[in-house]
T-cell receptor, first 117, second 112 residues
Framework: DAGITQSPRHKVTETGTPVTLRCHQT?????MYWYRQDPGHGLRLIHY???????DKGEVSDGYSVSRSKTEDFLLTLESATSSQTSVYFC????????????????FGPGTRLTVL | SQKIEQNSEALNIQEGKTATLTCNYT??????LQWYRQDPGRGPVFLLL?????KEKRKERLKVTFDTTLKQSLFHITASQPADSATYLC???????????FGSGTRLQVQP
């Protein structure tokens, strides 16, 4: 497996509490992503980063914020968790380059199962 | 908006047969398309990438085709084995972002 870890792996929290999920990589890849996966919806992009302090929104970014202060770490924060944010969260990484000659294969972490009661 | 469709119904086949999974997309002209495998409780794993100028790509027992006119990719597993049982996801470049958009996946079950 690519060197990607996610923490925590499982978390149960209550509505209204803040939650931070961490993704850590040892591959020195430039791009990092946060997805959520729900039955019937597949993987949906929340936010992604294309470098330290460089981030952008995905399709389902409302209610989430991210930060990347180091190449190896990408944090996903739910400022005030809601039950609709109960999901499995995956972090992914890919190497630099989005031109037609690059591969852009993504490597995924093991996931974090978050339950908001 | 960009949309990717995969058959949500599980595909059940007998061991040794060829499995064929479909990925259709609309409102986009991707430069390439990727296929991933996901096992229960784990993150997706990259399998193959096919570019818009490639009609077919092979890797061992896997074959992918890409028809940009039909806006469709077919994913074939020949001589299927029970170990091939998993969910298979297709993905293409997310329009306007340096990221991927994934289909919801098709679950394949290979019976011994």
């Amino acid at each position: 497996d690519a060197g990607i870890t996610q923490s925590p792996r499982h978390k149960v929290t209550e509505t209204g509490t803040p939650v931070t999920l961490r993704c850590h990589q040892t591959e020195n890849h430039r791009y990092m992503y946060w997805y959520r996966q729900d039955p019937g919806h597949g993987l949906r992009l929340i936010h992604y980063s294309y470098g330290v302090k460089d981030t952008d929104k995905g399709e389902v970014s409302d209610g989430y914020s991210v930060s990347r202060s180091k190449t190896e770490d990408f944090l996903l924060t739910l400022e005030s968790a809601t039950s609709s944010q109960t999901s499995v969260y995956f972090c992914a990484i890919s190497e630099d380059g989005w031109d037609s000659s690059s591969y852009n294969e993504q490597f995924f972490g093991p996931g974090t199962r978050l339950t908001v009661l | 908006s960009q949309k990717i469709e995969q058959n949500s119904e599980a595909l059940n086949i007998q061991e040794g047969k060829t499995a064929t999974l479909t990925c259709n997309y609309t409102n986009y002209s991707p430069a390439y398309l990727q296929w991933y495998r996901q096992d229960p409780g784990r993150g997706p794993v990259f399998l193959l990438l096919i570019r818009e100028n490639e009609k077919e790509k092979r890797k061992e027992r896997l074959k992918v085709t890409f028809d940009t006119t039909l806006k469709q990719s077919l994913f074939h597993i020949t001589a299927s084995q029970p170990a091939d049982s998993a969910t298979y996801l297709c993905a293409l470049e997310n329009a306007g972002r340096r990221a991927l958009t994934f289909g919801s996946g098709t679950r394949l079950q290979v019976q011994p």
